[in-house]
Nanobody, 112 residues
Framework: QLQLVESGGGLVQFGGSLRLSCAAS????????IGWFRQAPGKEREGVSC????????YYADSVKGRFTISRDNAKNTVYLQMNSLKPEDTAVYYC?????WGQGTQVTVSS
């Protein structure tokens, strides 16, 4: 079964940090661009970041630029999203995705 499983979410205070992980099973992430999007209640889905298959190209939404860092470890078949200087407006369910599937999401809540 081809799966993406996110982890690392939680409750953090304003200004805190979290590192999200996205682990793939049943297939190799080596050849895929991987991204993260988030969805907060009552808001539209927002693309947060993505990383190319070669790990040389990255994209960040303006809302997270300078605070979030995406990386990948192909040996572990995992992609990470390091989130620093978190703000209440970062509160959302975060999903990782490939061009073909996405995970179940992990909740990030930032208290003010």
């Amino acid at each position: 079964q081809l799966q993406l499983v996110e982890s690392g979410g939680g409750l953090v205070q304003f200004g805190g940090s979290l590192r999200l992980s996205c682990a793939a099973s049943g297939f190799s992430l080596d050849y895929y661009a991987i991204g993260w999007f988030r969805q907060a209640p009552g808001k539209e889905r927002e693309g947060v970041s993505c990383i190319g298959s070669s790990d040389t190209s990255t994209y960040y939404a303006d809302s997270v630029k300078g605070r979030f860092t995406i990386s990948r470890d192909n040996a572990k078949n995992t992609v990470y999203l390091q989130m620093n200087s978190l703000k209440p407006e970062d509160t959302a369910v975060y999903y990782c995705y490939t061009p073909y599937n996405w995970g179940q999401g992990t909740q990030v809540t930032v208290s003010s």
